[in-house]
């Protein structure tokens, strides 16, 4: 995209929220906007704010992200008239799509902030995604509650959080029976007997050319599918679901952790062998450093699995708590939003686990090539 | 340890599908043998109690017949396995819901579309990242972030609101496995369409190209390696994803479905049998791609 379409853009915006003034805001008899001086006076700004982003200076992001705010603030204001939340008309949807193309553009241009140092981008980049995301959630509570969506079907991200922030006792139990107990139990076993097994397979080459094609065939099978086999074997309660995790983690690592002892060369091994250095200890020094880029590697990868095979496992059968057992519960009922409280819950937990997973990552494995600026 | 680098090449009379396939057939022979050893251990006390229950008589022989012919072992035995896959395929008319063959193509037609959906999405996808820096900047994070996310959680949401608005069937699982499938093939053709060298896409300025010109004459073609891998990938998750799809709402038809009746009803056998079912198909697809991947490269004057 051009400067000159960028430009022409953010015009279009700010006269799409003066043009949405002269329609009616809901298909219902509500007050005009132009009855409100508050909300009047916050979309005259808006479009205000979009008319100087529209000027490449170093502060049209600024202007733009202002612009957007008061639009979305306008906007998710008017949605507490009882008249306008699910009726909403042209004039309502027309503020929306122009606060929308105007945020789309502020990104472009929050984008393409020209950053000196390292902090800088790092917090451009940072900023970026996060307005993409808080947008998209606006989007989402926009749309659901101005079109009337039963909440049955989809619910506002609004009540989503009342609901989360409602049932944390709930959400909190169930936390620790999926994630605290099933997964981390059997995501420390399945990596553990993983790398375990890979290291024994390293020291004898029949094993690892017996065991290597083996763990790719199984890799790329649908394992959670053992899920009810592991529930007949450990019972309801969280070892059938560690087992699972145990299970879809085991050949990821498996594979990885044999790849990258492997990767030490064979200068580096003549090296230790001029050290007169023992197998345990070319192990210990040379070939697991090495192969730490690969074994976290295999340790990310398998912290999203480990959630997703937990969860699926508890549709097989659970004690009366559980992410799993929980959705399942309460899409029965039709009360969507705890299942949104749920989803969200999962996210944040596999989000945070990754995220640990990856500092570690960065501490233990900072020699890498891919760390160095 | 010798160093590899100083050992000498391996004696010349061992043909190379020993040295290679030696391993894999002692490995596969190891795990049958420990396939019937924990068939024997676990079902043992099963067979046994069922014995005493009835005051028979009976000795080891008898305890290993029964472990191996129970009717609802905890674990079957591999033979028994492939008697339940040869009966339930063979042993119904074919649209019988009984036949596993039937079941296998549900959820076969459902992956096939979930991954031709996954798919092109997620080439667009790619294609637009590399295009608009902004996506690359905003959007990228949030489909790594959605893949944190247990996206099979979804599944019964998206199945109840296709549901409510009247579309039933296919199509809501093919969405779920969609969704799980385009993200493998939009970071592989991320990569693969940004793998040009500078100087190659210097070379095609000096010709004035259009951007179009660049796509296709030289990113399509150079992120095709990186398509086909990743397409193999997704193929898989996208088999995971019609299953799971399955599950939530007890769907009639399908191995997710065979799955649950097996575990509501006992059914050990039909379990594993429609495991191994589930995973043929994901061998025969994964195949399937290898083949067109092949047959590509060839056209496109790969020389191996």
Known sequence: ?373 | MTSSALALPRAAWRPAWVTERAPVLAVVAVLFVLWYLAAFLMNAPQVRDAFERNDIKYTLTDVIAGTMNGDRPVVPAPHQVVIELYDSIFGYPLDSRRNLAYHAWVTLSATAVGFAIGAIFGILLAILIVHLRTLEKSLLPWIICSQMVPILAIAPIIIVVFGAIGIRGLLPKSIISAYLCFFPVTIGMVKGLTSPDPIQLDLMRTWSANKLQVFWKLRWPSSIPFLFTSLKVSVTISLVGAIVAELPTGAQAGIGARLLTGSYYGQTVQIWAALVAAAVIATVLIGIIDLIAKWTAHRMGATT
């Not at chain 1, 005009?32 to 000027?55: E, G, H, P, Y």
């Not at chain 1, 994630?179 to 553990?192: E, K």
């Not at chain 1, 059938?240 to 091994?269: D, H, I």
């Not at chain 1, 995220?355 to 891919?370: N, Q």
Request: aromatic share 12%.
């Open chain 1, 1 to 373: 995209m051009t400067a000159r379409w960028e430009t022409i853009g953010f015009w279009v915006a700010a006269a799409g929220l003066l043009l949405a003034l002269a329609f009616p805001l809901s298909s219902e008899p509500a007050p005009a906007v132009t009855a409100r001086t508050d909300l009047l006076l916050a979309i005259v700004a808006a479009a205000a704010a979009f008319a100087l982003a529209s000027w490449r200076t170093a502060f049209s992001a600024l202007f733009g992200l202002v612009g957007t705010a008061l639009g979305c603030a306008v906007t998710i204001l008017l949605l507490r008239d009882a008249e306008i939340a699910g009726y909403a008309d042209w004039g309502y949807w027309l503020i929306v799509l122009a606060t929308w193309l105007g945020a789309i553009l502020t990104s472009t241009r929050l984008a393409a902030l020209p950053t000196g140092d390292q902090t800088a981008r790092w917090l451009r980049d940072l900023a970026v995604p996060l307005f993409f995301g808080a947008f998209l959630i606006y989007l989402w509570e926009v749309t659901v509650r101005g079109f009337g969506v039963s909440p049955v079907l989809m619910p506002a991200p609004s009540s989503t959080a009342t609901r989360l922030a409602v049932s944390l006792p709930v959400l909190s139990e169930d936390f620790m029976q999926t994630f605290v107990r099933s997964v981390l139990a059997g995501y420390a076993i399945g990596c553990g007997a993983g790398f375990l097994v890979a290291i024994v397979a390293y020291r004898y080459n029949f094993l690892k050319r017996g065991l290597l094609p083996l763990g790719n065939f199984v890799s790329a099978l649908p394992i959670v599918g053992i899920a009810p086999i592991m529930v007949m074997w450990f019972g309801f309660d969280w070892q059938s679901k560690a087992a699972v995790v145990a299970v879809m983690c085991f050949f990821p690592m498996l594979v990885n952790t044999l790849a990258g002892l492997a990767v030490a060369g064979a200068m580096e091994r003549d090296l230790m062998r001029s050290y007169a250095a023992r197998p345990v200890q070319t192990l210990v020094k040379l070939n697991l450093p090495a192969a730490m880029p690969f074994v976290f590697n295999a340790l990310k990868i398998n912290s999203t699995l480990a959630l997703i095979g937990a969860i699926v496992a508890e549709f097989f059968g659970t004690p009366t708590h559980g992410i799993g057992f929980r959705i399942s519960i309460e899409v029965a009922r039709m009360s969507l939003d705890m299942v949104w409280a749920e989803i969200a819950l999962a996210a944040v937990a596999g989000m945070a686990f990754y995220g640990i997973v990856a500092l570690a990552e960065r501490a233990v494995t900072s020699w890498h090539p891919s760390y160095r600026n």
